[in-house]
């Protein structure tokens, strides 16, 4: 047992890639109405590249994680979400993801209190990069109030398309699943959450 407990964050080597310090995304689900069913797209930037991920970016410099999340729908699918009801928007979970050297992610934190044992430096390498998720919950207020999703950045990710959230898990077989694998964090919130009733 170790007695000297150190932060992780002392002991992981950051790549001259990342940054100094953790950033904040916003994830944004995006709920068709009567369904379980939120909007993904597979990624095309270098970050996350080939993975599964909900519409989403930094939260910007005074925005509020709501605004950030209603912006970064809009700009990435044209779905305008409004400012009123149901589908105003909630904060519903946040997730710490670590993206490792290796193109792993996990949830950080080695750290224990003094006395107690730390948990083993995930294997996955040098830090990459180091994100505070935030996921905002939009629902569509009635059938068919949201326009059909455009394809509006090609170049960043593949169309977004409305899919079941038991299928995002795996469904009845994870390893043979086309939504896989997911990126970090909502790899992460799946885990976590086996229905979008507990996301609310
Ligand atoms: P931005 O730089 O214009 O704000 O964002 P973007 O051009 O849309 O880039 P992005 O890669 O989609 O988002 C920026 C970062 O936001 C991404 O590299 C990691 C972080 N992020 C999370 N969670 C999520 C998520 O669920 N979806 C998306 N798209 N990004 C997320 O931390
Ligand atoms: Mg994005």
Redesign the pocket.
């Known amino acids: 047992m170790s007695t000297a407990a150190t932060p992780a964050v002392a002991t992981a080597t950051a790549t001259a890639a990342a940054t100094s310090a953790p ?6 689900l995006a709920v068709r109405h009567g369904s379980s069913s939120v909007l993904v797209s597979l ?1 095309k ?1 270098r ?2 590249r080939g993975e599964w ?6 939260l ?1 410099l005074g925005e509020s994680p709501v605004e950030c999340a209603r912006r ?1 729908l809009e ?2 699918t044209g779905v305008g979400v409004g400012r009123e009801g149901s589908e105003g928007g909630r904060l519903v979970a946040t997730e710490n ?1 670590v993206f490792r050297a290796d193109g792993t992610s996990d949830a950080g934190g080695a750290w224990a209190p003094p006395g107690e044992e730390r948990a083993a430096e995930p294997s996955g390498g040098a830090i990459r ?1 180091h ?3 935030l ?1 905002v919950r939009f629902d569509e207020p009635s059938p068919g109030a949201w326009p059909v999703p455009q394809d509006r ?1 090609p170049e ?2 593949s169309p977004f398309e409305f899919v079941e959230w038991e299928e995002l898990r795996g469904g009845a077989s994870p390893s043979s699943s086309k939504y896989a694998p997911l ?1 970090g ?2 790899r992460m919130l799946v885990e976590k959450h086996g229905s979008l009733d507990q996301l609310r």
């Open positions: 950033r904040v995304g916003v994830g944004v990624r930037s970050h996350g991920a909900l519409p989403g970016g930094h910007e970064e700009e990435e993801c990069a994100y505070i998720t996921f950045e960043k990710h990126f964090p909502l």
